[in-house]
């Protein structure tokens, strides 16, 4: 299945928007959270070609659902709902909501830009990648078997 083609700048104006509404309610570490990493994205905007950028950026994104999760479910409001509130609150659940399908079109750009993926799971045993492997036990034996042992001229 192949991801649309979305801008960057797209993606970020969405999520400034939807943090920028869901603000009105959960202020403080929901913000500082979310606006640090919309800035990680200004920065992969800015540096188009920067591997480090955009992986920081999806890297931050991926951790604000988790974090965005702690936040709603412990500053949501119990009690005297009004109309702002509840919009406000909507707002940053929709931005929970689409965060994991923005780190996809992300990750999908992260790939575009040459980065790699990020899991090996070369700890759980040998690596089967020998393409770099060269073994130094066996020296190159020479071409003519009986010019071994024999000394060039001139020596």
Request: net charge negative; charged share 15%; glycine share 8%.
């Amino acid at each position: 299945m192949e991801l649309p083609a979305v801008n960057l700048k797209a993606i970020l104006l969405v999520h400034w928007l939807l943090t920028t509404w869901g603000c009105i309610v959960f202020s403080g570490p929901y913000a500082w959270a979310n606006f640090t990493i919309l800035a990680l994205g200004v920065w992969a905007v800015a540096q188009r070609d920067s591997v480090d950028a955009i992986s920081m950026f999806l890297g931050g994104l991926v951790v604000t659902v988790f974090l965005d999760v702690i936040h709603i479910s412990i500053f949501y409001p119990r009690v005297g709902l009004s109309d702002t509130v509840r919009f406000s609150a909507g707002m940053a659940i929709l931005s929970l909501l689409l965060k994991p399908f923005s780190c996809c079109l992300v990750y999908h750009m992260y790939r575009e830009r040459g980065g790699e993926l990020l899991l090996h799971t070369g700890f759980l045993g040998p690596s089967q990648d020998r393409s770099a492997y060269q073994t130094i036990a066996s020296p190159e034996v020479p071409a003519d078997p009986e010019s071994r042992g024999s000394i060039p001229q001139g020596y």
